[in-house]
């Protein structure tokens, strides 16, 4: 099966919040949950992000059958036609309201039956169901150090007897990512950088406060790892992406 990803036409107005960077807080959210990447990066940066989905979509090809999957900090919804036909049924949850809502007409759109949605903080939200998996996607580095703890004990305890985590992160730890981050925003994306820098804006982004080594040592605690991958290569870590299991 091939990874199926929407389109700006499926979404409110084409995405057109995109082409007039401003200061709104629909604005900015949907930049945090990586709308502009998704649609407005080019070359190998593009690549890159629909790489971390490829390798995704692996490690969900190698478990069967999912029954419930929970799709956390789900953004504007940029996997979920791949996951809703994965899975029979598939639990989306964001914290932004806006990207959430976006999310939500894009799968009517489509006609994706099989999803529910919750807006909800990751660290705070509890669940009357038990998933087969997890998926977590560039949402990790956005929870600071001291709760990634907390959040690898609630993933835990949301998954069945042996299920999985499916999480891939920057790696903010790295100058050389740094140095490439910063200049491809410079000169692809130069409004939106401005935009970012705006004090004046009505929503701050959560930001990136976790580093990769923080990430992995804290998904270690409480999954055994099945599969991990640095990209795009080994030898240089732009992005890291991992299959696990629940322990115990």
Not at 81 to 91: C, D, H
Not at 136 to 162: A, C, G, Y
């Amino acid at each position: 099966m091939r990874l199926t990803f929407p389109k700006k036409s499926d979404y409110p107005q084409s995405l057109k919040i995109l082409d007039k960077p401003g200061r709104s807080a629909a604005y900015h959210q949907l930049v945090e949950a990586s709308a502009s990447a998704y649609f407005e990066t080019k070359g190998p940066t593009r690549w890159l992000f629909m790489k971390r989905f490829t390798l995704a979509k692996q490690y969900l090809g190698s478990i069967k059958p999912i029954d419930n999957l929970l799709d956390a900090g789900t953004g504007i919804g940029f996997f979920l036609p791949t996951l809703s036909r994965l899975a029979k049924s598939v639990t989306a949850v964001d914290y932004s309201p806006h990207t959430l809502a976006y999310a939500k007409k894009m799968c009517r759109k489509r006609q994706l039956k099989n999803i529910k949605f919750f807006q909800a903080d990751l660290l705070r939200v509890n669940f009357n169901q038990k998933f087969d998996l997890i998926n977590t996607l560039s949402v990790l580095e956005h929870i600071s150090p001291k709760q990634l703890p907390l959040i690898m004990r609630r993933f835990h305890s949301w998954l069945k007897p042996d299920g999985y985590l499916i999480a891939g992160w920057p790696n903010e730890g790295g100058k050389i990512f740094k140095l490439v981050q910063t200049w491809e925003k410079r000169l692809l994306r130069p409004k939106m950088l401005s935009s970012l820098k705006d004090e004046h804006r009505h929503y701050k982004p959560l930001g990136h406060v976790s580093q990769s080594n923080q990430i992995y040592m804290a998904i270690t605690q409480k999954f055994t790892k099945i599969n991990y991958k640095s990209l795009p290569f080994s030898w240089l870590k732009f992005y890291s992406i991992g299959l696990w299991q629940k322990n115990g």
